[in-house]
């Protein structure tokens, strides 16, 4: 059994609040799921549910919105799972999302679509954690010299080289965890509490054998 079906089997058993699960998309025809396919489903609670009973798993990273009533979470999970599931009737209670939610489901994005071929949104992904790692060598470099004015560069500047390197190979899954790596180091010089995890990204790139 491949981990969509099993995770959509577990949202059906997961708790006496789901009244329906309406699975729809891939799982829906076996031959087309793979590695980089997520779990597409519709969900009826009767009242409000924390993530990690319904999935029965922790979540890594995630996105959730809310329009007419219906709640969408699209989430990965620490082991590379991942899932698009809309919410009716009741809540779908999400933990404290940590610092670098945003920069983790957007490299976890860009690895499925790396993986799919679909460069170019991958890229643009991917990019989008780049320019934030830079700022945070910008912010570096305004404490270091106690002015947000530069006539000219300075040590700091020596990033954009190695940012340049890491977007010269070709397009990858593979790519993501070296740009989250960037990101990490240029983050953790500006925040001293900050603290990398990369767990899911890794799970989705290189899953275990």
């Keep these: 059994m491949q981990w969509q079906q099993a995770l959509l089997d577990q949202l059906g058993d997961a708790s006496p609040a789901v009244c329906a699960v309406r699975p729809y998309g891939s799982v829906l025809t076996p031959l087309e799921l793979d590695r980089w396919s997520d779990l597409d489903a519709e969900v009826d609670l009767s009242t409000d549910v924390g993530a990690r009973t319904l999935l029965a798993a922790e979540l890594w990273a995630w996105q959730s919105t809310l329009d007419d009533g219906v709640q ?40 499925t679509r790396f993986g799919r071929g679909a460069n170019v949104i991958g890229l643009h992904l991917t990019l ?40 010269a190979a070709d397009p990858a899954s593979a790519m993501t965890i070296r740009v989250a790596e960037f990101y990490a180091e240029s983050r953790a010089l500006i925040d001293a509490d900050y603290e990398s995890d990369w767990s899911g990204l890794t799970a989705i790139v290189a899953p275990p054998s």
Excluded: I, W
Excluded at 130 to 140: D, G, I, Q, Y
Excluded at 142 to 148: I, K, L, T, Y
């Design 128 to 167: 989008g954690v780049v320019r934030e790692a830079l700022v945070h060598s910008m912010v570096l470099a305004d404490r270091q010299s106690g002015s947000v004015h530069h006539r000219s560069g300075g040590p700091t500047d020596a990033v954009a080289t190695r940012a340049l390197t890491l977007l």
């Design 72 to 111: 969408r979470v699209r989430a990965v999970l620490r082991d590379g799972r991942r899932c698009d599931l809309a919410v009716r009737g009741a809540t779908l209670v999400l933990p404290r999302p940590p610092v670098d939610n945003a920069v983790r489901f957007d490299l976890a994005l860009a690895a």
